[in-house]
């Protein structure tokens, strides 16, 4: 009944830009946080950034200064912009969401289905 849906994967060379989208649909109630994950080939999945329904905003070490994340003004959408591209930014890059779908408990957490991003010449 939720789907977080992603877009603006592709193939960037080093040094260049993409951003990424992701739209969170259905019976949704309240989103108290939305956020990015990667999984690159042969390695386990990790933490890009995240953005709370306050406004506070993460991003792991590796991207800072290189990777942006941001809300939407309908609160439902999620945005990843990535400057500044390196090889080893290269993963499948997936949205979550950390929602109540309705008034009240339980908390849970959803996945988009990810989107490609290879940094390549």
């Known amino acids: 009944q939720v789907q977080l849906v992603e877009s603006g994967g592709g193939l960037v060379q080093p040094g260049g830009s993409l951003r990424l989208s992701c739209v969170a649909s259905?019976?949704?109630?309240?989103?108290?946080?939305m956020g990015w994950y990667r999984q690159a080939p042969g390695k386990h999945r990790e933490l890009v950034g995240y953005?709370?329904?306050?406004?506070?905003?993460k991003h792991t070490d590796s991207v800072k200064g290189r990777f942006t994340i941001s809300r939407g003004s309908d609160k439902n959408t999620v945005y990843l912009q990535m400057n500044n591209l390196k090889p080893e930014d290269t993963a499948i890059y997936y949205c979550n969401a950390d929602l109540n779908p309705d008034a009240g408990p339980p908390e849970l957490i959803y996945w988009g289905q990810g989107t490609q991003v290879t940094v390549s010449s």
């Open positions: 259905g019976s949704i109630f309240n989103i108290n946080a």
């Open positions: 953005i709370t329904s306050t406004g506070l905003k």
